[in-house]
């Protein structure tokens, strides 16, 4: 039986490209209300495990269940309407020649929502984008902008889960911490569920309260942000992910080397 | 330390467009000795066309002006700003290289990495093939590359990302330049990757006795690597000082930059968003 309290559960994900396995049996489980990383250096699965939970992928193998309804293998709404991704690059997740009212509006029109005037407005002024912002085209705003338009496209479902996909990694340091504060700020307002994939451990234990760190496909390790925080971790590859994190240090680099030939 | 490796003074960078002129770089003075300099700033704080300006490769409808560019190198004092477009071609390169961002798109994708390197070699000194080939074997180990012949042979699709990086740095030393310019060297790679890579960076800079500028967004990177930092605001540099001190940077545009970055040590909370004053613009 699945608790109600979940508002993700992945069992034995496992995901393979041609000869390539690129995800290799994950499980974790995420609380209604979390705010749950996935973190991991490039090429180790933790995109893909996500567009899986998204429906973007749907050759996988496992079990996923999105508030306690098991995800099938195709597109489905009502899967969609529970869980919205947000992209790295708002650059290119933005139709250039659609205004931010046709982008919103698309979204309404496919899942036959009513009151779309309403809804847009609501939104926008939710992620701190006033009505002003409504008939522009994404080259008329800023990086951060843009990032707050895809966001209001995925909230404007009123989805209990978003999923986001380094989703600060395109912008500036000072950009950066409006969007992690406005995250932060959705999650106490509506009981957002986070789950955030992510390659800096700093954007992790800012944003969340639990993490899996992964390598090669696999979960090398499950944990507290609080343990990342205080520099604990069990597993010789987050320790190292960590110290590297940490700016520039030589030091670090002996038992990196180490490790790479040990894998 | 002497500071006369290169020395800008009153650098601008104008962009005439149909709209205005914009005006990305807006009057930078600093001089570098063989030091490594970190430049940090946000995109569209002039650091990168600082970097392109150096080396005059500002494009149409972009123009450089400056009081003097003076550059130190081997081959004697110059103006670069004056420097002929043939002594230009042969300092870019020879004296004063520069690696990017992305290996993917800076390397050749239909000539193998080894014959890129050697072709560096053969630009700037006068060899046969054969040593070409031997100098860049050698460079290739220099970056720690395991298994350098076959890797010579191999097309750039055919390695990872830090192993490009590190054939950028191999064909960008490999002529024994002056001075290094890294565009946001290892931003496309790994943390831990980037470790390596800045390793042997840091190593090449010592042993040859290298001046290094190296451009970056990132302030814990240019803090624990460089010796001295520009921080750059609107095409400006605002703050100058010691890579250690960056952390009790005094300029408020510093400051708030500092204070809007997630730290892995901070507890979890709200960060302090960045309110900037036009007068940075003009201090």
Redesign the interface.
């Known amino acids: 039986m699945t608790q109600p309290s979940l508002a993700l559960e992945v069992q034995d994900l496992d995901v393979r490209f041609g000869s390539t396995h690129a995800v290799r049996g994950v499980s974790f489980t995420v609380s209604d209300g979390e705010s749950f990383g996935i973190v991991g250096?490039?090429g180790c699965g933790k995109t893909t495990v996500l567009r899986c939970l998204a429906g973007l992928n749907t050759k996988w193998s496992g079990t996923i269940r999105l508030a306690g309804q098991v995800r099938s293998h195709h597109r489905d709404l009502a899967a969609a309407r529970l869980a919205q991704m947000v992209f790295q690059d708002p650059y290119g997740s933005l139709h250039p020649r659609h205004t931010v009212d046709r982008v919103l509006a698309e979204v309404c029109q496919i899942h036959g929502l009513d009151d779309v005037e309403g809804r847009i407005d609501r939104v926008l002024r939710q992620v701190g984008l006033g009505p002003s912002f409504r008939f522009r085209y994404p080259h008329q705003l800023s990086?951060g902008q843009r990032q707050r338009v895809a966001i209001a496209r995925a909230l404007i479902l009123q989805p209990r889960i978003l999923l986001l996909d380094e989703p600060t990694s395109a912008l500036?340091?000072?950009v950066?911490?409006?969007i992690?504060?406005l995250f932060?700020r959705l999650r106490r307002e509506f009981g957002l569920t986070l789950v955030l994939v992510t390659?800096?451990?700093?954007?992790v234990?800012?944003?969340?309260?639990r993490l899996v760190v992964m390598h090669t496909g696999r979960v090398v390790e499950a944990l507290d942000?609080e343990v990342?925080?205080t520099g604990t971790p069990q597993e010789a590859y987050t320790r190292?992910?960590?110290a590297?994190?940490?700016?520039?240090?030589?030091s670090?680099?002996a038992a990196?080397?180490a490790l790479?030939m040990g894998l | 330390m002497s500071f006369d490796l290169l020395s800008v003074e009153n650098l601008r960078v104008r962009f005439h467009l149909d709209k205005g002129t914009v005006e990305a770089v807006r009057g930078i003075s600093f001089r570098m000795g063989r030091e490594k300099l970190g430049i940090v700033g946000?995109?569209g704080s002039g650091k990168s066309m600082t970097g392109r300006a150096i080396l005059r490769l500002v494009q149409k409808p972009g123009s450089v002006t400056a009081d003097a560019i003076r550059f130190n190198g081997r081959s004697g004092s110059r103006d670069l700003l004056t420097a002929s477009p043939a002594e230009m071609q042969a300092i870019r390169g020879g004296q004063i290289s520069m690696v990017m961002q992305d290996p993917k798109f800076s390397l050749n994708p239909v000539m193998t990495v080894g014959k890129q390197i050697a072709e560096a070699y053969r630009i700037h000194r006068k060899v046969g093939r054969t040593e070409a080939r031997e100098r860049a074997i050698a460079m290739l180990k220099a970056v720690r590359i395991r298994d350098p012949e076959a890797v010579f042979n191999r097309y750039p699709h055919e390695v990872s990302?830090g192993m490009g990086q590190r054939i950028m740095i191999a064909m960008m030393l490999i002529p024994d330049p002056d001075l290094l310019i890294a565009d946001e060297p290892t931003s496309a790679l790994?943390?831990?990757v980037?470790?390596?890579v800045?390793?042997i960076i840091?190593d090449l800079v010592t042993e040859r006795g290298m001046g290094l500028i190296l451009i970056s967004?990132d302030?814990?990177?240019v803090?624990?690597?460089c010796d001295r930092v520009l921080v750059m605001y609107g095409g400006r540099i605002v703050e100058e000082c010691r890579a250690k001190d960056l952390h009790a940077a005094t300029h408020p545009y510093t400051r708030?930059?500092l204070a809007?970055?997630?730290?892995?040590?901070?507890?979890?909370?709200?960060?302090?968003?960045?309110t900037r004053d036009p007068a940075w613009m003009h201090a």
């Open positions: 250096e490039s990086g500036d340091v000072s950066q911490a409006e992690l504060n932060r390659h800096n451990l700093a954007v234990t800012n944003l969340c309260d942000a990342l925080r190292q992910l960590l590297a994190s940490r700016g520039y240090d030589r670090t680099l990196a080397e790479e | 946000e995109s990302g790994d943390v831990t980037q470790t390596q800045l390793a840091d967004h302030l814990n990177l803090a624990s690597f708030g930059l809007a970055l997630p730290t892995i040590d901070a507890p979890p909370g709200d960060l302090q968003v960045l």
